[in-house]
């Protein structure tokens, strides 16, 4: 096939090139500049994109003899992924950027501009999976090692995206594995630390940089019954499930910890409580999509009409690095419109609007959906 | 695990990026590997450093005559930006110490960055104020312009800086009425003239040039040599400081074998100028009739090129430079396409993460952003054959249709840059 590699300068992406040229793959390494102003040196042990970065990924392609080129998205990555990001804190969501990259960037823009360019397939230094199932179809599933796994980034990716997705390093054992590989092959990308977070915010300060990139609007802390606690800087320095830096003088009647259980961009209002109403068992997402072939109990559902399709057993993930918890998931319409709900086994706390669940069965990713409601199910409570 | 690959490089290639760097002449090499072997430092006294001087004066003399000037107006640097950076900040310099009003600079809106980033460092660090001189659809600058700024703010200009000859669309700018115009307002004037050298006639005793840069591997020499021309008269202030070598005003030991190589490159390109010239305008013409032939849809950049006779007398365009913009294409795109097809040329400009952009002197030139972003130089050298210009016009359609449904990916419309 003809493999387009994504090489950000790091290790993960040098190797994976590396084994699809072993794959026997015809291989054009490409790197994507997405920084409007590239720094010319990478500082530190965190973020990526400087020029530094994209003359490591040069030089890995040498050495394995491959094409290279630069190309620029940083127009789209300023308007798909930056400027989304700000967007959605303004309106008191906690986004994933890195997942809207890799919606949006790497298996949109470079893929389409790669498949026009008469390549089969975008490769990348994933910790992920995919397998066929009997059918030949592509199915995308976690990676051999759990710690380093990023199935839960690539959740976004469709049926269509994941038939021309490679990612080389699915069955690696671990990271050091990786390492050891890279010296041995003289990339001498082997000892670069690994980037973190969020490439754009390099010294990892989400808050501080919002400030820089936000018009801060001062509002009120308040209680869920709407008194009135304090005074906030701006809203998007607050997460759900928050504790610390609230800065209200007055404590609770309770005397216990009062922590951030939701954002009201309408009324620039933070509302906050006790932890007990932080924990919910109810999600549900909006603008789902299947990696690869969708649930039997939502295909199977008429596609014209309001209604609930019969439930299915997953597990389900809110956040990169989280645990998956078992849950039952179906799939509804509200004016036409999808919506993804989740129902908890057990209840989790601090899961905020805005954030990304994916949905497994075993090592299976089944589709995602962006979270826009999360409640503890009081009737079922009641009922009780 | 296997070895490193060789990957699947097309041959033969064939070279169409005469305009970032041209492949040395066997004369520049013959005389390189001559003074490197000797050695020498051309400062000392004894026999080994009066024969590396010797390397090194005479390739000071042929770039002299090839100027039309006298040795010692030609400094010796490590390349064009170097002379560049010299001129401005030591023409600049010198007249504002002289006069502080004089804290103005003039330049095109399409100078190369070695001039531009200069001038831009001193307006940050050092009080000077820029004067854009605004230029045409095909790249010119207008001399009545220059004329009304001279009226207007002619004390306080330090000085003017315009490129002989543009590096991405090949336009000639109007040099001697100008360096005229400075002439009789006493302003100082610098010519880039990188891209100029030994492609059209330059004479750098036109009066009013003050200095002019070049060079050596733009023409057949070796990269990490260039020269500034600055006569007597031209008062310039240091820029590096040491041993006082090439007149104080650029110390550091003399690359020898580089100045011999320059030298001998600019003899053999002088040799048979005009022939060279004729052969290289009729290439393009050949390469822009087939491009237009081919995609009707790509708009040739810069000034229509008249007849070679005509071309040779009174150069409107560099005569190795086609420059092209596909519609709906993104200029990257199309490197690639013609990369894997086995043609190498350039989108024009690359900022320092070799990122294409669109370019600072198509949108000058008022180019809209979208169309800017699917340029393409083609530039021919001394080494151009025909069957260089029949590769490419093989690869063009399909490169085009290709990169025409890739589209557009990487720009967002109306996006701000």
Redesign the interface.
């Known amino acids: 096939m003809r493999v387009l590699a994504a090489m950000s300068g790091g290790v993960d992406s040098a190797v994976a090139a590396?084994r699809a040229?072993?794959a026997g793959h015809?291989v054009?390494g490409v790197h994507l500049?997405l920084s409007r102003t590239?720094g010319?040196l990478r500082t530190g042990a965190r973020g990526c994109c400087t020029?530094e970065d994209?003359r490591d990924a040069w030089r890995a392609a040498e050495?394995?003899?491959?094409?290279y080129?630069?190309?620029?998205?940083?127009?789209?990555f300023?308007?798909d992924v930056v400027d989304d990001f700000v967007a959605e804190y303004a309106a008191g969501r906690t986004p994933n950027p890195c997942m809207r990259c890799n919606e949006k960037i790497k298996f949109a823009?470079?893929l389409?501009?790669a498949l026009?360019?008469?390549f089969d397939a975008v490769c990348t230094g994933h910790y992920a999976k995919v397998v066929e199932d009997a059918d030949g179809r592509k199915e995308l599933h976690r990676a051999a090692d759990w710690a380093k796994d990023q199935s839960y980034v690539l959740g976004v990716l469709t049926a269509e995206q994941l038939e021309h997705a490679i990612f080389p390093l699915a069955e690696t054992p671990s990271k050091a594995q990786v390492r050891a590989?890279a010296e041995?092959?003289?990339l001498s990308v082997a000892k670069k630390p690994d980037s973190h977070d969020i490439c754009f915010i390099p010294d990892g300060d989400t808050r501080g940089w919002l400030e820089d990139h936000m018009e801060l609007a001062p509002g009120r802390i308040v209680d869920s019954q709407g008194t009135e606690l304090g005074e906030h800087r701006g809203a998007h320095a607050y997460t759900v499930g928050q504790r610390r830096g609230l800065h209200i003088g007055r404590p609770a009647p309770d005397g216990k910890p009062r922590f951030v259980l939701e954002i009201r961009p309408k009324t620039n209002e933070v509302v906050v409580g006790p932890e007990a109403l932080l924990s919910i068992d109810v999600m549900e997402g909006i603008r789902p999509s299947w990696a690869g072939l969708p649930p039997r109990e939502v295909a199977v559902m008429p596609e014209d009409v309001d209604g609930r399709s019969d439930e299915f057993p997953v597990t389900v993930q809110v956040r990169a690095h989280g645990d998956p918890a078992p849950a039952r998931a179906w799939l509804t319409r509200q004016d036409g419109q999808p919506r993804l709900c989740v129902r908890l086994d057990e209840p989790q706390r601090g899961v905020a609007p805005g954030q990304t669940m994916v949905l497994y069965q075993g090592t299976r990713v089944l589709g995602q959906a962006t979270i826009d409601a999360a409640f503890a199910d009081r009737a079922a409570a009641a009922a009780s | 695990m296997g070895a490193p690959r060789i990957g699947p490089m097309p041959t033969p290639r064939v070279y169409m990026d005469h305009a970032a760097t041209t492949d040395m002449l066997p004369e520049a090499v013959e005389a390189y590997v001559a003074q490197a072997q000797r050695g020498g430092n051309p400062a000392s006294l004894h026999s080994g450093g009066r024969s590396a001087r010797m390397a090194l004066e005479t390739g000071r003399d042929s770039v002299a005559a090839a100027l039309n000037a006298e040795p010692v107006e030609i400094i010796l640097t490590s390349g064009g930006t170097e002379a560049d950076n010299m001129a401005v900040l030591g023409l600049f310099r010198a007249a504002r110490d002289a006069d502080p009003r004089r804290t103005v600079i003039a330049l095109s809106t399409v100078e190369h960055h070695a001039v531009s980033e200069a001038a831009e460092w001193l307006a940050t660090h050092e009080g000077a104020e820029l004067a854009w001189l605004e230029v045409d659809a095909d790249g010119r600058v207008d001399p009545d312009d220059l004329r009304e700024l001279l009226e207007r703010r002619g004390d306080e200009l330090a000085l003017v800086t315009v490129m002989w000859a543009n590096n991405e669309v090949g336009t000639v700018q109007p040099i001697a009425e100008l360096a005229a115009l400075c002439d009789r307002a006493g302003v100082s004037f610098h010519v880039d003239a990188v891209q100029a050298f030994c492609a059209v006639p330059v004479d750098a005793h036109l009066p009013g040039i003050s200095t002019l840069a070049v060079s050596a591997h733009k023409l057949g020499g070796p990269m990490g040599v260039g020269a500034l021309y600055a006569p007597r008269t031209v008062t310039l202030a240091a820029t590096s400081f040491g041993g006082g070598q090439e007149r104080s005003v650029r110390s550091g030991t003399v690359n020898a074998a580089g100045a011999a190589a320059f030298g001998a490159a600019v003899d053999a390109a002088r040799r048979d100028a005009h022939a060279e010239f004729v052969r290289r305008t009729q290439l393009r013409d050949t390469l822009v009739a087939g491009i237009r032939e081919r995609v009707p849809q790509a708009v040739l950049r810069g000034p229509e090129p008249g007849a070679p006779e005509d071309e040779w007398a009174h150069p409107t365009r560099l005569p190795g430079n086609a420059h092209f913009t596909f519609p709906g294409c993104e200029g990257d795109s199309m490197l690639f396409l013609f990369d894997a097809a086995g043609v190498a040329l350039s989108t024009g400009s690359a900022c320092n993460a070799g990122v294409p952009r669109a370019s600072h002197v198509l949108l000058a030139m008022g180019v809209p952003e979208d169309a800017a972003r699917g340029a393409q130089r083609f530039s021919l050298g001394h080494s151009s054959t025909p069957d260089d210009v029949a590769a490419v016009l093989a690869a063009v359609a399909e490169v085009y249709e290709r990169a025409h449904t890739a589209g557009l990916s990487g720009h967002v419309p109306g996006f701000a840059s």
């Open positions: 590396a040229v072993d015809d054009t500049a590239p010319t020029i994209s050495k394995l003899g491959i094409p080129y630069v190309w620029d998205f940083s127009e789209r300023q308007a823009a470079l389409e501009k026009a360019l008469g590989e041995e092959r003289g």
